[in-house]
Structures are given as structure tokens and as C-alpha cells.
């Protein structure tokens, strides 16, 4: 808890301090969004506000990771491994976005990498991450239904499955950051309750990240708040998808962390509708998709999409908990 106390206003701090020295390096390189909305003509307004401002909270987690592991692992903490592990698979994936980012700037359009380049780079960063962990031997094929009090075994299909809610609930939270604000506030209200389930079954390696997390979110917000000062772009969404599952799967508790990525995963889902609706029955279920711009057009402003979304992800983090309670104590 001393270390979480620590960790969390550190963080804050030094993402502080990392944006107002990056912001104004990536206005002087010109480092801006390209707006290609049309369906949202309010967005092309943010034309030109600085991108890739992910790499702030970033920074300032991997800096602050360095004393930590340093002292656990001079104390012979073993389980250091599989933490660092789910840090790479977070890194590794900012990795992605950032090339994606970077190739969107060059190209001056809203077009970085193409889908299947991005959704392959993806597929092998998640699938070298399960086989790290596998061969380390941090995970484990049972998949812990908290709901039912019940516990399954899926042996290799296990693999399988948490593939595909890697670069699901990555991809979902690269699709929910369309809005000042949004991704990150539900990131800090995932973060807030990773923090309490970590706490809850003493996760030292969870709550550590949780309370980087946090912090990183909340001195990011005072960037990113409408109206935006700097994007987090596809470098910094990518993390937090990623750092999020990782730390599920880290944990043995998969199924508590989807549902604290529940409004990110729920948002990516009514772009899946949407495409399979138009699709087969050539015909749209929303008006547009991902649904937070379908509210915009709507008339609701910027600042209560956000509230909105952060407090469903509130219920989403309750339920969580509450599962994770009602787990221990069958």
C-alpha cells in the first residue's frame, strides 16, 4: 500500500512534467492530427493538435517501473517476470501505434498502417506474449468464471481464446479515443478499480501498475480534458488495451479485467454491428459508429459523452469488485 501511495501522485507529477516538455516539442515538429471526419464536421476544428502524447504517460510508467524492479528484485522477487512480461506486450504494442502514428504524419492523412498490417503486428505481439508467460509458466489454462463460481479448464484452447481478447479489447480501446477525453477517463476509471481488485487479492505487481495508471491518466486529463491540448494517439491507446488485458491475464483473472475494459469493449462493438448490419442486411443499426460519435450527433457535448461513459464504467469496475468479493468467499 506504501508503495501504491508513492507510486500513484509520482506518476502524476512526472506525466505532468512530461507533457509540458513534449507538448511544445511536438507543436514546434508539427507533430499534428489530421482530421479526415466529415461525419463529426466539429472534429476538423482539431486539426493540427498535437499527436502521440501517449508517450508522456508511458515515459513517465517505464520510468517509474525502474525502482520498483529494482528493489523487488534485489529482494528475489520471482514474480517479477511475468509483470514485466505484460509491460513489454504494453510497450510492444505502443510500439505499433506509434509507427501507425508516425506513418499517418507522414502521409499528412488520417491513414497510418492498413487494417491487416496493424491487426497482424498485433496478433504476433500477443501471441509472443502468451508464449513468454507460458514458458515462464505465469499462466494458467483455467479460466476462473467468478459469475458462476465455476472454473474451467480449456487447456490449449485457453491460448486461443485470450489471443483473440488481446487484440480485441486493444483494438476496442484504439476505437473509443475519438473523443477529448474519453479514453483516457475510462482508462482512469478501469484503473481505479484494478486498483481495488489488486488490493483485494494483494496483487503486489497489479497494484502497482494500477497506481501508474492512475496517475498517468489524471496529470494526462489536464492535457486531453476538452477542449484537448494533445491527443494521446494510437502510440498511447494501444498501451493502455494492452497494459489492461496483460494485466488480467497476469493475474489469472481475465474475465474481472474485460469487464473493467467494459465501455471500451462495448463501444468497439457497436462498430462490429454496424459493419456486419451493412454487410448482410445493408442497412445501419446506429447512425454512426463507434457510438460515442452517434451522441455528438445527438447534440450532446464532448464533456458529458465523457461523464456518461466514465459512469457506466464506474458500474462496470462495482460489478467487478463485487465478483472478485463473492469469489473469495464461496
Not at 501498475?209 to 491507446?237: E, Q, R
Request: charged letters at 10%; a neutral charge; hydrophobic letters at 55%.
Amino acid at each position: 500500500m506504501l508503495t501504491f501511495l508513492t507510486a500513484l501522485p509520482a506518476a502524476l507529477i512526472l506525466t505532468l512534467l512530461l507533457c509540458r516538455g513534449i507538448i511544445p516539442v511536438l507543436k514546434k515538429h508539427h507533430v499534428g492530427q489530421h482530421i479526415f471526419a466529415d461525419f463529426v464536421a466539429e472534429h476538423k476544428g482539431k486539426e493540427g493538435t498535437p499527436t502521440m502524447g501517449g508517450i508522456c504517460f508511458i515515459l513517465s510508467m517505464l520510468i517509474l517501473l525502474v525502482p520498483y524492479f529494482v528493489s523487488r528484485g534485489m529482494a528475489g522477487d520471482t514474480r517479477l517476470i511475468p509483470l514485466a512480461l505484460t509491460v513489454c506486450l504494453g510497450v510492444a504494442n505502443a510500439m505499433i501505434g506509434f509507427v501507425d502514428d508516425y506513418t499517418k504524419l507522414s502521409h499528412k492523412e488520417n491513414q497510418g498502417l492498413r487494417s491487416w498490417q496493424k491487426f497482424l503486428l498485433q496478433v504476433v505481439v500477443a501471441a509472443l506474449y502468451l508464449w513468454s508467460m507460458a514458458a515462464w509458466g505465469g499462466m494458467d489454462t483455467v479460466l476462473p468464471l467468478e459469475a458462476l463460481g465455476l472454473e474451467i479448464d480449456l487447456g490449449a484452447f485457453y491460448y486461443v481464446i485470450m489471443l483473440i481478447v488481446i487484440v480485441g479489447v486493444v483494438n476496442s480501446t484504439n476505437l473509443t479515443d475519438g473523443i477529448d477525453g474519453l479514453a483516457s477517463t475510462v482508462a482512469l476509471v478501469a484503473g481505479m478499480g484494478l486498483s481495488l481488485v489488486a488490493f483485494i487479492l494483494a496483487d503486489s505487481g497489479a497494484l502497482i501498475i494500477s497506481a501508474l495508471l492512475i496517475g498517468g491518466m489524471i496529470g494526462f486529463l489536464v492535457f486531453n480534458y476538452h477542449p484537448a491540448k494533445v491527443f494521446m494517439g494510437d502510440t498511447g491507446s494501444l498501451f493502455l488495451g494492452a497494459i489492461l488485458i496483460g494485466v488480467g491475464i497476469m493475474m489469472d483473472r481475465p474475465v474481472i479485467l474485460l469487464l473493467l475494459c467494459g465501455v471500451f469493449i462495448l463501444d468497439m462493438l457497436t462498430s462490429l454491428v454496424q459493419i456486419i448490419s451493412i454487410r448482410l442486411f445493408h442497412r445501419k443499426v446506429f447512425r454512426i459508429a463507434p457510438v460515442h460519435h452517434q451522441f455528438q450527433q445527438m447534440s450532446w457535448s464532448e464533456e458529458k459523452i465523457v461523464y456518461v461513459f466514465g459512469l457506466v464504467g464506474v458500474i462496470f469496475a462495482v460489478i467487478a469488485i463485487l465478483l472478485v468479493i463473492c469469489a473469495l468467499r464461496v
